[in-house]
């Protein structure tokens, strides 16, 4: 439901509703960002020890909207602003369990009493959650999917009255504007019962300018890196699924644990999802902590010049649908995002240069990052072609006559003539730079008549890579 003049969603992982907002409208809608992924916004339960950790997010007390991100009113704003610069809103969705903690209520004021397995402001009782299990073997699918996930009460969306809950709530967003879900957990619950709630979702509303009859977006978090009981492909024909392989092999490749050359024929022969199937990413909320899948291969903004080769070339590159993180920095797994001292959100300042302060990393700010999608945008409707490698870790491809760029992820220069494919002219490279009327603030590329270019990449610079494409020349 992305305008087709944009690209990309981006994970504003635990930033406030207005700063969405205002980010919307200032800085993704003119860098032709797609859509925001935002944090739950169901009301969660408040965790002080540790302080206010990332994942009480994840642990819902009720489905009033209201959490640390901001009221319903302001939820409900901030679509509206969003999606009147076309920028689109996708919702972290929790509805495989409630909360495993409910000492302290809920970001709204709301109870609940896990050990009773009851949630009044739903409201759900016992009844509406399977009986109390512990998952101890993922090779055993009904365990995985009936039985609570780290503690927390395991809801049963066979149950009518669930899902009725879970439709209520699902529909309630997207009569605000929301573009579609991203669902959590979802390997925890049975493709049926998740074909039955999708199923009675309503058409996103025209008034926010979306086409007559079109259905809420809907992408999977799946976690599947092979060998377990439950596979990604269980859930394909509900909606598209997060590839985590893609993160974990994109992490390899770059890490230089794995030669770029052989990323030749990236895509479904790794064992990915079909492209439109399959929702990329170089890292995630969870496992850029550890958590989740990948291990010590993901790359996060830790590792700067890997991270952005790595993030250029997924979004260089036209297999899935990629998805840029955005963090916070963080020392330990379960520190919170930058609040003050009674636990409100702190809002991200920005720099001269545009980069974030305040304890936001911004990675969607990073001039290597943006300005690569602008390239997709520049490339969409393009496959792949004139790919070119050393043998080794340097490589570069063409997106038709659209767009061309190149990595060097050696330990010496690369300086090659290549093929660029695109007309002759003088274009600006986006990585070291950006075009600003008629010049270019990095570095600049001549391409002759025969489309080739002298392409210089230093071994020791701060990016190891090189983009340019039909809106950079100059």
Not at 80 to 105: E, F, K, P, Q
Not at 291 to 302: I, R
Request: net charge negative; charged share 15%; hydrophobic share 35%.
């Amino acid at each position: 439901h992305q305008w087709g003049d944009r690209s990309g969603i981006v994970h504003l992982f635990e930033w406030k509703w207005n700063d969405i907002a205002a980010e919307c409208e200032n800085f993704l809608a003119p860098n032709g960002y797609g859509g925001v992924q935002v944090s739950p916004p169901t009301e969660n339960t408040v965790v002080w020890s540790p302080r206010r950790p990332w994942w009480e997010r994840y642990q819902p007390i009720s489905y009033n909207l209201n959490t640390r991100s901001g009221s319903e009113s302001e939820f409900a704003n901030m679509v509206r602003r969003c999606n009147a610069v076309g920028v689109r809103i996708y919702v972290d969705l929790v509805i495989n369990h409630m909360a495993a903690i409910t000492s302290n209520g809920g970001t709204g004021g709301s109870t609940g009493n896990a050990g009773g397995m009851e949630f009044p402001a739903v409201p759900y009782g016992r009844n509406d959650f399977n009986p109390p299990c512990s998952i101890n073997s993922y090779n055993d699918p009904i365990q995985v999917r009936n039985c609570q996930l780290v503690g927390m009460p395991d809801l049963n969306q066979g149950n009518q009255w669930v899902r009725d809950r879970i439709v209520d709530l699902m529909n309630k967003l997207v009569g605000y504007g929301v573009a579609g879900f991203r669902v959590d957990a979802v390997k925890h619950m049975w493709p049926g019962d998740l074909q039955a709630i999708y199923g009675r979702l309503n058409n996103l509303p025209t008034d926010q300018g979306f086409p007559g009859g079109a259905k809420p977006f809907i992408t999977q978090e799946v976690i599947d890196l092979g060998g377990e009981a439950i596979s990604k492909n269980e859930y394909t024909h509900i909606g598209t699924v997060t590839e985590f392989r893609f993160s974990a092999e994109i992490g390899r490749a770059f890490r230089g644990n794995n030669a770029l050359r052989w990323l030749s024929n990236w895509g479904p022969e790794w064992g990915f999802l079909p492209s439109h199937l399959g929702l990329v990413f170089v890292d995630n909320h969870d496992n850029q902590r550890g958590h989740g899948a990948g291990g010590d291969q993901v790359l996060t903004h830790k590792v700067p010049k890997q991270y952005k080769m790595a993030t250029a070339f997924m979004l260089a590159h036209p297999y899935g649908i990629p998805r840029v993180m955005s963090s916070f920095f963080f020392n330990d797994g379960d520190q919170g995002p930058p609040s003050d001292d009674n636990g409100n959100l702190l809002s991200p300042t920005f720099n001269a240069d545009g980069s974030c302060g305040g304890g936001w990393a911004c990675e969607h700010r990073w001039r290597q990052i943006y300005n690569m999608i602008g390239f997709r945008n520049a490339a969409a409707g393009t496959q792949l072609n004139d790919w070119w490698d050393n043998g080794n870790n340097q490589i570069a491809f063409c997106r038709g006559g659209r767009g061309f760029v190149a990595f060097n992820n050696e330990g010496y220069d690369l300086n090659q003539s290549l093929q660029t494919c695109l007309p002759a002219g003088t274009y600006c490279d986006v990585i070291s730079g950006s075009k600003s009327g008629g010049s270019c603030t990095g570095a600049s590329v001549t391409v002759g008549g025969d489309g080739r270019a002298n392409i210089f990449i230093s071994g020791n610079g701060d990016d190891g890579v090189l983009a340019i494409h039909a809106n950079s020349r100059l």
